[in-house]
């Protein structure tokens, strides 16, 4: 097993995170904030307007529940007899909400081609994400080669032939129009062959309607098991964390249709409804399914792709400083 690892520059890693999540812990501040000021005692308005933050910045209804529930009990229990108090074990239970999202994406170079595949909808930076992670894999001694799967969107395949060209990795595509799963077929046949390590295939993100999306899918899937049955060794949802609680629904129905094994949340640069990973933390506790996120996107540099860290999540989300 190889494990993915990036070359990590922690402060200038947490000054990008912090200012990336600046929108979401501005919509928090109100009731998080308020926490820290004066170490006043806890009432019921301190624990609404705690509950109202959470709400506001997408945590989800479920997910804001459970973590209030859990406060609440420790207030009731004495556990907790101030505000800041309140606001340290909020972080706690935050931290530990997102525990089990961390993983290392790792690579089985038994598992030649080792095939991943990037779902999504239009516009949540799935080719970019292919790119930054093919230049990440190739730094680690990997050879990567790409399949632009993705032939209904225009400039798609263009965009990932860049891509291609600036990491110096092979990428196999046709026209556009062209059948996504032949594509797909093509790079992991010609993986095969070349003997290469990794092979990130981006699919489409939209077609006429989304049944249609979800089935060719299915027969993406359908049609690389004919090369090896084991693939995708990995199917990545891409998730734009703008969308807040649509986020939840995108999770659903890609699982139902391709049986995804791990997210990218990208866009956190900017977004005021980060909040939505507890959400989904929540949402595959509820159903006992282990999916981890395995990379954020911070940003549109190459270095911006980087793996997913609940603590350093939460700390930057909830600093005051």
């Known amino acids: 097993m190889l494990s993915e690892a990036v070359p990590k520059n922690e402060a200038g890693f947490w000054k990008k995170l912090r200012s990336g999540l600046g929108k979401t812990r501005s919509r928090l501040a109100e009731g998080v904030g308020n926490l820290l000021l004066g170490e006043r005692e806890i009432d019921e308005s301190v624990l609404e307007e705690l509950e109202t933050s959470l709400l506001l910045t997408d945590v989800g209804i479920d997910a804001t529940a459970s973590i209030m529930d859990a406060l609440s009990e420790s207030v009731k229990r004495r556990e907790l007899n101030n505000t800041a108090a309140l606001h340290a074990a909020l972080g706690v239970l935050l931290k530990a909400?997102?525990?089990?999202?961390?993983?290392?994406?790792?690579?089985?170079?038994?598992?030649?081609?080792?095939?991943?595949?990037?779902?999504?909808?239009?516009?949540?930076?799935?080719?970019?994400?292919?790119?930054?992670?093919?230049?990440?894999?190739?730094?680690?001694?990997?050879?990567?080669?790409?399949?632009?799967?993705?032939?209904?969107?225009?400039?798609?395949?263009?965009?990932?032939?860049?891509?291609?060209?600036?990491?110096?990795?092979?990428?196999?595509?046709?026209?556009?129009?062209?059948?996504?799963?032949?594509?797909?077929?093509?790079?992991?046949?010609?993986?095969?062959?070349?003997?290469?390590?990794?092979?990130?295939?981006?699919?489409a993100g939209r077609l006429q309607a989304k049944v249609n999306l979800m089935e060719e899918l299915k027969k993406i899937r359908r049609v690389v098991a004919r090369l090896d049955p084991t693939a995708p060794h990995e199917v990545l949802l891409v998730l734009d964390a703008g969308v807040g609680q649509n986020a939840l629904s995108q999770v659903r129905e890609f699982d139902a249709a391709i049986e995804v094994s791990g997210f990218v949340i990208t866009k956190l640069d900017g977004s005021a409804k980060a909040g939505v990973l507890f959400a989904i933390a929540e949402q595959l506790r509820r159903a006992r399914q282990e999916k981890p996120v395995y990379f954020v996107g911070i940003g549109e540099g190459l270095d911006d792709l980087r793996p997913f860290e609940a603590d350093a999540f939460v700390d930057a989300l909830l600093a005051t400083d």
């Not at 292919?130 to 632009?148: C, E, N, P």
């Not at 891509?163 to 092979?170: A, F, L, Q, T």
């Open 97 to 203: 909400r997102l525990a089990p999202l961390q993983k290392a994406f790792t690579v089985d170079t038994s598992r030649r081609p080792f095939v991943v595949f990037f779902v999504g909808v239009n516009g949540v930076g799935k080719t970019t994400t292919i790119g930054k992670l093919a230049k990440t894999l190739k730094s680690q001694g990997l050879s990567v080669l790409l399949a632009a799967g993705d032939t209904f969107r225009a400039a798609a395949v263009e965009q990932l032939q860049a891509w291609g060209e600036r990491n110096d990795v092979v990428v196999i595509a046709q026209q556009q129009g062209a059948d996504s799963a032949s594509v797909v077929y093509d790079g992991v046949q010609a993986a095969k062959a070349r003997n290469v390590d990794v092979v990130l295939a981006d699919t």
